[in-house]
């Protein structure tokens, strides 16, 4: 039998989507006890709640870099130290951010989507950096365009690696003082 006929080759070589057959169904899957995976479209498991903490927290970021910039502009062929300041500390605080919201604070359902989605996300700006970047090479000043991405592209994973490192040493002194305050209250105030 040829392999473009209609037979059992044709059937085991096409994929379920295309098939006219109706899908057979699959029973229960097998998670372990674990919560099934939802089948909703995303729209409908979107939260209004999390959607407006989202836009709250970028129109409160995004207002917040508007007036640093405005308070303190960078003159035409200068570093740009107002972006560099704004994306070096936002990045520092979206990872101490995450590791108390995933580590070790109680699960929330607002503060990740309005502190690190809305205005943090707001409040950085890769699209200003990149501005930047070019009026710089625009004008002539290589070096210091040079200088704005490379050095704000470094000072960013630094601060990323240092607000991690910050957060993780909270997370283990709480541990240590957590252990420290049951093991005092089982064995007597006198062990420490």
């Known amino acids: 039998m040829r ?22 169904p699959r029973g229960e899957p097998e998670t372990g006890g674990g919560p099934t995976p939802s089948r909703e479209p995303f729209r409908s498991r979107l939260r209004k709640g ?3 903490a989202v836009a709250f927290g970028g129109v409160l970021g995004g207002s917040a870099r508007y007036v640093l910039g405005l308070t303190f502009p960078t003159q035409r062929g200068t570093f740009p130290l107002t972006t560099f300041a704004i994306n070096v500390s936002g990045a520092f605080l979206l990872a101490l951010l995450l590791v108390y919201v995933l580590e070790i604070w109680p699960p929330t359902r607002y503060v990740r989507p309005f502190a690190g989605v809305g205005f943090l996300g707001a409040f950085t700006t890769f699209s200003t950096w990149m501005v930047d970047a070019d009026h710089l090479l625009g004008h002539g000043h290589y070096a210091v365009a040079a200088l704005n991405v490379f050095g704000s592209l470094f000072a960013g994973l630094a601060a990323t690696a ?13 541990v240590r003082l957590a252990a420290r305050h049951s093991r005092a209250r089982r064995y007597g105030w006198w062990v420490r």
């Open 3 to 24: 392999a473009d006929e209609s037979g059992p080759e044709r059937e085991s070589r096409e994929p379920p989507y295309i098939s006219d057959a109706e899908p057979e």
């Open 162 to 174: 240092l607000g991690l490192a910050i957060g993780r040493m909270v997370l283990a002194r709480r």
């Open 50 to 52: 999390v959607l407006a």
